[in-house]
T-cell receptor
Framework: NAGVTQTPKFQVLKTGQSMTLQCAQDMNHEYMSWYRQDPGMGLRLIHYSVGAGITDQGEVPNGYNVSRSTTEDFPLRLLSAAPSQTSVYFC?????????????FGEGSWLTVV | TQLLEQSPQFLSIQEGENLTVYCNSSSVFSSLQWYRQEPGEGPVLLVTVVTGGEVKKLKRLTFQFGDARKDSSLHITAAQPGDTGLYLCAAGGGADGLTFGKGTHLIIQP
């Protein structure tokens, strides 16, 4: 069972570089989201999507873009990486809104910006 | 945004001991979730509580939702090394996602 798959697992970027974190789910879930997890800060929502073609900003969206062209995929783009974006990134999905459904997380992507 | 305070931040105990961790807020929740996260992995949902005063049991884990739906606790009986991990509470879960507490880092020493 694949569930939520994130790639890459680890990445080192130089300041100013751009990259895309990939996220795919095979559960036909409508709701997908990206969180970042930092020491002492907990998990914070970056962007979310309630369905294909619909995205919106979460708590900490600056410096990130997302798109949702298919139900399965929800990539997160870093436009010009900054050291403050060093973090662990988690993609998550659920059938519907998280309050009434089980949310499934990927295994995380460790990003270091130097 | 609902602020969730978890305590203690860190807890290290011996195998076989009992422990309780807490999740508190000044806000009223419609529901609250508990997750466990192991190193190198994403959080995994343990339980969702929705009714004030509700108690749910998952093997040696007992979850309680406060009567006023502002707080919750997780009690582990006879802790085992496999219980080691980061325990997170979360609330909300509308379109703008879940709000997480900062978590309790639990270490169970053999």
């Amino acid at each position: 069972n694949a569930g939520v798959t994130q790639t890459p697992k680890f990445q080192v970027l130089k300041t100013g570089q751009s990259m895309t974190l990939q996220c795919a789910q095979d559960m036909n879930h409508e709701y997908m989201s990206w969180y970042r997890q930092d020491p002492g800060m907990g998990l914070r929502l970056i962007h979310y999507s309630v369905g294909a073609g619909i995205t919106d900003q979460g708590e900490v969206p600056n410096g990130y873009n997302v798109s949702r062209s298919t139900t399965e995929d929800f990539p997160l783009r870093l436009l010009s990486a900054a050291p403050s974006q060093t973090s662990v990134y988690f993609c998550a999905s659920s059938r519907g809104l998280p309050s009434g459904n089980t949310i499934y997380f990927g295994e995380g992507s460790w990003l270091t910006v130097v | 945004t609902q602020l969730l305070e978890q305590s203690p931040q860190f807890l290290s105990i011996q195998e076989g001991e009992n422990l309780t961790v807490y999740c508190n807020s000044s806000s009223v929740f419609s529901s609250l979730q508990w997750y466990r996260q192991e190193p190198g992995e994403g959080p995994v949902l343990l339980v969702t509580v929705v009714t004030g005063g509700e108690v749910k049991k998952l093997k040696r884990l007992t979850f309680q939702f406060g009567d006023a739906r502002k707080d919750s606790s997780l009690h582990i009986t006879a802790a085992q090394p496999g219980d080691t991990g980061l325990y997170l509470c979360a609330a909300g879960g509308g379109a703008d996602g879940l709000t997480f507490g900062k978590g309790t880092h639990l270490i169970i020493q053999p």
